[in-house]
């Protein structure tokens, strides 16, 4: 009877656990990066011989081996790689937009601006004299200059902007390190197959998937799942043997920036938000050299061409421009009306006659018309690869998913089967106990 009692003894532990379990996976059914877990369970033996005594008997039953995490090694592996590369498209098409905003002629006006300087031009070539259209032609100069300083201007905000969260998302990214490695600690102490070690597991896996979203880096594990990370790219350690190697952040004067490992290594990433935050300041700052470029050449154009005439008094043209250096620093010269150099030694209208000629296949406007042009392609290219990036991650998310997510109908059933389970162990000691009892009583 004994043994009849000890084996409803062990069904009770064994489904009281499995129902916590059951119970735990149901009220983590919405819990990020919590994986389902079953218990493992296992026959106890009936009988056996030990070392000391032959044909030893104990009582049979169930024994519980511990909690198994469902998942799939691959298929995290996947949705974290497919995950780093959205991040990375995702992080950079944001501030590509951003550009082709600041860029654009309802920001800053260029286009429109350069329109009005060559149509002030032309109208001045039929009445040169004309104060009006003469303070048009300055005023469409200085729209122009003021339309460079602004677009400059956003650019060096955007510049900054991708600094300073790059600072940010580099302090997030050490903080997930240290907090990995502490994982690393408790999953050392841990009971193997405890409830505890499978929460450990899960903040581990969630802290991995975040770091990778961040960055490239590649997991392995040793046989109580601590972690040891490193750089995909260059294979530095970044956590394991009890250590945290952080990453910091450089911006250089134009604003690129770039990271490295404590102790210098660079820490290249091709995946993950850093790497589009890298990508992102690198396309900046060639749109801010492209524009300090098209403004000094457009302003070097205007400005020899206006002092090649001669204005309303016969003296020669000024420059229409200063500070051509960049185009952050550009603006319109102070001229009057009268120092509009619309006229040459051919006529009163020559030089504007030859300022308008200026337009063409290589001017100005054709030249920046191009400029947005090729922006608007990167752009485009840049949604069309995060479009893709997107639904990859998507589609391995849903697989991992498939495996590790809890799937609330599969967890009543269980609940069902597990409490008539647990039931039925309890109606065994019963019926042991009454055995007991009726052989008790008829002696």
Do not use: C
Not at 169 to 179: E, G, K, P, R, S
Not at 304 to 313: I, K, L, N, P, V
Not at 388 to 406: F, Q, Y
């Amino acid at each position: 009877m004994s043994d009849l009692l000890n084996i409803g003894a062990s069904g009770l532990r064994a489904y009281s656990r499995a129902l916590a379990t059951v119970g735990d996976n149901i009220a983590n059914a919405q819990t990020p990066g919590y994986a389902r877990r079953t218990l493992a369970l296992r026959e106890a033996l009936g009988a056996g011989d030990s070392s000391l005594v032959r044909a030893n008997v104990r009582p049979g039953g169930v024994d519980v081996q511990g909690v198994n995490r469902s998942v799939d090694a691959w298929l995290t592996a996947d949705s974290r790689i497919s995950s780093g590369n959205a991040e990375r498209s995702g992080t950079k098409l944001a501030w590509l937009d951003r550009v082709e905003t600041a860029l654009s002629d309802e920001t800053n006006g260029i286009k429109t601006g350069l329109t009005k300087v060559f149509t002030t031009a032309d109208q001045l070539t039929a009445d040169p004299s004309n104060r009006t259209l003469r303070s048009q032609f300055l005023q469409s100069v200085d729209d122009v200059a003021s339309g460079f300083r602004t677009a400059a201007g956003q650019l060096s905000d955007m510049a900054e902007g991708i600094s300073d969260e790059a600072t940010s998302a580099v302090d997030q990214f050490n903080a997930d390190l240290n907090a990995l490695e502490q994982i690393n600690v408790g999953l050392r102490k841990a009971r193997p197959g405890s409830t505890g070690e499978a929460t450990l597991l899960d903040e581990r896996d969630r802290l991995i998937d975040v770091l990778s979203a961040q960055g490239g880096v590649t997991a392995t594990f040793d046989d109580r799942g601590a972690a040891t990370l490193r750089a995909t790219g260059s294979g530095d350690m970044l956590v394991g043997g009890g250590t945290v190697s952080p990453i910091s952040a450089t911006t250089a004067a134009d604003g690129r920036v770039s990271f490295s490992i404590s102790g210098g290594a660079p820490f290249t990433t091709a995946t993950g938000s850093l790497a589009g935050l890298s990508e992102a300041s690198n396309h900046v700052a060639d749109q801010r050299a492209a524009l300090d470029t098209m403004a000094g050449e457009f302003a070097g154009q205007l400005n020899a061409a206006h002092q090649a005439g001669t204005d309303a008094d016969g003296n020669p043209g000024a420059a229409l421009f200063t500070g051509t250096a960049s185009a952050a620093t550009l603006a319109a010269a102070p001229l009057t009306a009268d120092q509009v150099a619309a006229g040459d030694a051919s006529g009163a209208n020559g030089n504007m006659l030859k300022l308008g000629a200026m337009r063409g296949a290589n001017d100005p406007e054709s030249k920046w018309a191009g400029h947005i042009a090729t922006q608007g392609q990167a752009t485009a290219s840049a949604r069309a690869q995060d479009a893709a990036a997107v639904t990859r991650a998507d589609a391995a998310a849903a697989a991992r998913g498939a495996v590790s997510e809890v799937d609330l109908d599969r967890e009543a059933a269980d609940l069902m089967r597990f409490q008539q389970a647990y039931s039925a162990a309890a109606r065994t000691i019963q019926v042991a106990r009454e055995t007991m009892q009726a052989l008790l009583s008829a002696v």
